[in-house]
């Protein structure tokens, strides 16, 4: 099943008044298909507009996700720095949702959107009892993350969840660094939605998520006006389950107690990340060329990018009769997830006998062969029957 959000955000410091066009027009299209929209908004983003945000609550569905401010740096080195964040940071974010609902009294979300994260943050949204965090991706302090939902870690906030926050983590924007706005300018708006759509065979759940800015709808022409139209329309005559951010959370909180093994193939990569690591593979190679490793990092990364990537020694691949065996000997400096994707179509063949920990049909694309490798030599065999 592919679960939809559409959140809006509006720029807090933006003084134009063509701001207050952008969100009328975007309302009246969106909630034209019956679409409830999520406001990403601090209480000052919400004041102006209150009255709306509740007839259009009553209405549509809308919903409030309350948009945190930046809490100054913090060196997560310095002891002392850490503490005095521990103290401050639930009163701050107590204060925050407070104000929040003195302006709208209905909000009862317990999402949160955060641009800059950390550790202290997840921790803080446990103890005040929140169950989502929106944002992940806005801020190069992300790097490391699942692109799609997942349970992030209690010492890591960019980490797949070991040990697990029990804190929903969603992504600012399915579609990366690609603005909304920039794919309507260039007709490309369907892309990102169809690539997690070709994507739902092999995964058990996906979660997309279409963030706007306010702001920037409002310069857009009126054809990029009649094209978001178009797609909308499409969008709800599809095979799509369409909700808010705090649906999405219960939804995925009420399926998975853990990070979700999550696939994701194009063109030209293959994608993937479970509760232990994120693995990226370009076309045809069999090794990962990146792995964000969540469960035993290198001291220095704080990503979990492993910078020495261990290499497949010899691949031995034969067919008899009616088996296909895959052989792979491999060195590793010490313990860690790991993985290989098998390129090719596979449909068709059976599991017969393996010693890695699980393999996986992506479709007709490839074979993806997770295990977890000890220190020095591994031997991993597959043996495929018709």
Avoid at 126 to 133: I, Q, R, S, T
Avoid at 207 to 217: P, T
Avoid at 298 to 319: K, Q, W
Avoid at 324 to 336: L, N
């Amino acid at each position: 099943m592919l679960t939809y959000a559409f959140v809006v955000t509006i720029n807090s410091n933006d003084n134009d008044p063509s701001s207050n066009d952008g969100i009328r027009t975007l309302t009246e299209i969106v909630h034209s298909h019956n679409i409830p929209v999520t406001w990403a908004v601090s209480p000052r983003d919400a004041r102006p507009i209150a009255d709306n945000l509740t007839n259009w609550h009553q209405d549509y569905g809308d919903d409030v996700v309350l948009m945190l401010p930046n809490f100054g740096k913090v060196d997560l080195r310095n002891p002392e720095q850490v503490v005095t964040l521990r103290e401050k940071m639930p009163g701050q974010i107590a204060k925050q949702h407070e104000q929040l609902q003195n302006v709208l009294n209905w909000v009862d979300s317990k999402i949160v959107g955060a641009d800059r994260k950390n550790h202290i943050l997840i921790s803080t949204l446990v103890e005040l009892g929140f169950d989502g965090l929106w944002g992940y991706g806005s801020n190069e302090g992300d790097y490391g993350a699942p692109f799609s939902l997942f349970y992030p870690s209690i010492e890591h906030h960019n980490f797949g969840g070991v040990p697990t926050s029990q804190i929903v983590a969603i992504p600012f924007s399915s579609t990366g660094t690609t603005d909304f706005c920039d794919l309507l300018l260039n007709n490309t708006i369907h892309e990102p939605l169809d690539l997690y759509k070709s994507n739902l065979g092999w995964n058990s759940w996906l979660g997309f998520v279409q963030q706007v800015n306010a702001s920037k709808f409002s310069r857009l022409s009126a054809e990029c006006i009649d094209l978001l139209d178009v797609y909308l329309c499409g969008l709800i005559e599809s095979d799509v389950q369409i909700q808010t951010l705090s649906g999405m959370v219960a939804d995925y909180r009420s399926k998975f107690s853990q990070t979700a093994e999550t696939y994701l193939v194009n063109d030209s990569q293959f994608l993937y990340y479970n509760h232990q690591c994120q693995l990226t593979f370009n076309i045809d190679r069999i090794e990962p060329v990146r792995m964000h490793n969540y469960v035993s990092p290198p001291m220095s990364s704080v990503d979990g990018s492993e910078f020495n990537l261990p290499l497949t020694e010899n691949l031995r691949a034969h067919r008899s009769r009616n088996q296909v065996t895959f052989q792979f000997e491999i060195e590793s400096a010490k313990k860690m997830p790991y993985g290989f994707a098998v390129w090719g179509n596979h449909i068709g063949l059976e599991l017969h006998q393996s010693n890695a920990e699980s393999i996986i049909w992506v479709g007709d694309r490839l074979l993806l062969v997770r295990t977890d490798l000890s220190t020095g030599k591994n031997d991993i065999e597959i043996v495929l029957t018709i």
